[in-house]
Each structure stands twice: as C-alpha cells, then as structure tokens.
C-alpha cells in the first residue's frame, strides 16, 4: 500500500514566501551519471537513465516545486553550487536566466526550457546575477551536454534562445499557475 503522506520538498510554494529565494529540489547531483527523478505515486526518487561513460551532469540539476512545463513535468532548474547536494534535497537560489528550447521525441516537439539559478548560499558563484555573467564557453557547454544528453535518449533538444532572471521568473510565475489550476476541479476553473 502507498503511503498518502508526499515529498514535502515537492509541496512546497516556488519560492520561499520570507526570503524570496527560488526553492530548487535537487534530483540528480553534479558529477554523477546517474539520472534520478521524483515518483509522486511512490514518495521515492528513482533511477531514470544511466548516462554513457565519461559523460556526467555539470551542476546539480533537479525541479522547482509546484510548477508545470509544457511537457507536464514540474520546470527544471540547473543549480550552480559550490559542491554536489543529494536527491531530496531544497536549495534555496536565485534565477540567473533560462535556456528557451525545443525538445523532440517521436515526432513531437514541445518546449522544455532549462532554468538556471544559483544556490544563495554560494561563495564561488556569489557575484553571479545573470547568464551574462557567465563565461559565453560555459553556457555554450551546458547547452551542449542537454543536446548530448537528450540525443542518447533518442530525443532532439535544440536551444532557441537565452534569457535572463526577469524571463525566468515570468516562466516560475506562469508554471506556478499551470500547476495552481491543474490541481482545481473544473468547477472550481470556472468560478476563478
């Protein structure tokens, strides 16, 4: 029998209601091959995918809670991070930008964008407030490894264009409110 109790790390607001801080739940941490994903029915992270030998995730990578993309996921977030956290864990950070891409399986393309924060508490990223921030080879690289990554799952990701905080938190803002009215009856889609 499942337990109805759920990860309280996935229940919690996109952003911390005192500090302002994007909550950002870590799936799968940088340097492992190992790909984990939340399973809801189960309140347990799972292994998803291997990646091939020699490639690894570059930063922790994991989920905003409460939100949903267009691919029905909850958005992901890309943290830069002093060191590698563990599956579960919340970190609390701050939108530098996002990537705006496609990705393709099956013949069906839908946007997947790739949010990019860093963890508030950092000390190597502390003065990192933007992608334009960062080293143009660096972004460059992290598009790269999502193309890569996707390509061995048999999926096409194709960056369209970066954007900075403002944008990223416009997309938070508008998964937040995906998420708010998928988990409303429909009587209740009507009345608000």
Known sequence: MVSETRNAAASLEPFDPETGDLNAVVDTPKGSRNKFKYDSDHNVYKLSGVLPAGAVFPFDFGFVPSTLGEDGDALDV??????????????????????VADQTEDGKTERNDRLIAVASNSRNHADVESLDDLSNNLVKEIEHFFISYNQVKGKEFRPMKRSGPKAARGLVEAGHHKFQKARMGPSQQRAA
């Open 78 to 99: 890309l943290l830069l991070m002093d060191e590698p956290a563990f599956p579960g864990c919340v970190i609390p950070a701050r939108l530098i930008g996002v990537i």
